[in-house]
């Protein structure tokens, strides 16, 4: 699949990736700052319109998205803010966005360039090959939601003892606007799960997982396929989502027609 010329790079598509990825990563942080006593510590603090500084006691929420030239002044209070919190944060920068300011005022405050993460984008596509012995339902019932579960904490390597908790967690992800969850059967057994989250026109592929006993098998790239189907249903003009770099998850979502839209480089204390 080729990507046309509407998709070519630009920092307004940069932006629109980013708000939505914003407002996904809020949406899910919403529901565990609904927990009583709110023990993930989740908070929020706004730069601008554009840009947030984001805080959770789990490491992929204490992110800081959206900073550009001019921001300088944030990042020292930001940092005491997470430090007072004993939270080691992220400072994702962007092409586009970054100034080499932003990395000087970060590395005299004792961050360091120690990662990156690929953001991709891609037209949608709504033929495609038969998943052959993949059975992918979106989930609408209290019993595939478990189904869904199961295949989340096999995928991510939930502890058995934080199960539960997980679990209670997640459930209310069912109900989310904009939100579906698909979960993945082989052998008639829960197998793999992931979302589509749509808003603005925009659908982000996010948190596949796999079960180990099923990897290898076609599963991550069924369920892509799937959400971009559905997504083309819905009216949206892109799909976008994030990988490793070199991952087999970067590659199913080139076999996909998918490409590398930008690199993200992760910013963290050395201490």
Known sequence: MRTSDALSPSLDLVQRTLAV??????????????????????????????????????????????MRAGHEPHIEPLARWYREHGIKPTFEMVPGHYH????????????????????????????????????????????????????????????????AQFKANVRPWLEQAGWS???????????????????????????????PAFRRRGLHAALLRRRMRDAAAADV?????????????????ERAGMRVQFMRAHWTPLE
């Not at 037209?123 to 992918?136: R, V």
């Not at 979960?183 to 026109?201: I, Q």
């Open 100 to 163: 080499a300011s932003l990395g000087r005022e970060l590395a005299r405050l004792g961050f360091f360039q120690s990662g990156f993460h690929a953001s991709l984008i891609g037209e949608l596509c709504p033929a495609g090959p038969p998943d052959g012995e993949i059975e992918i339902d979106r989930v609408a019932t209290a019993e595939a939601m478990e189904h869904y579960l199961d295949a989340c904490v096999a995928g991510w390597g939930i502890a058995e003892k934080d199960h």
């Open 237 to 253: 003009e892109f799909v976008f989502s994030g990988a490793i770099p070199f991952s087999t998850s970067r590659r199913n979502m």
């Open 181 to 211: 969850l698909y979960v993945a059967r082989l052998e008639g057994r829960p197998a793999a799960a992931a979302t589509l989250y749509v808003k603005d026109r925009i659908g982000y592929l996010a948190d596949a997982a796999t079960d």
């Open 21 to 66: 990825d914003i407002s996904y990563t809020i949406s899910r942080m919403n529901v565990l700052e609904r927990i009583p006593g709110n023990p993930v510590c989740i908070a929020y603090r706004w730069i601008d319109e554009t840009a947030v500084a984001l805080m959770a006691r789990l490491p992929s929420f204490a992110r800081v998205v959206g």
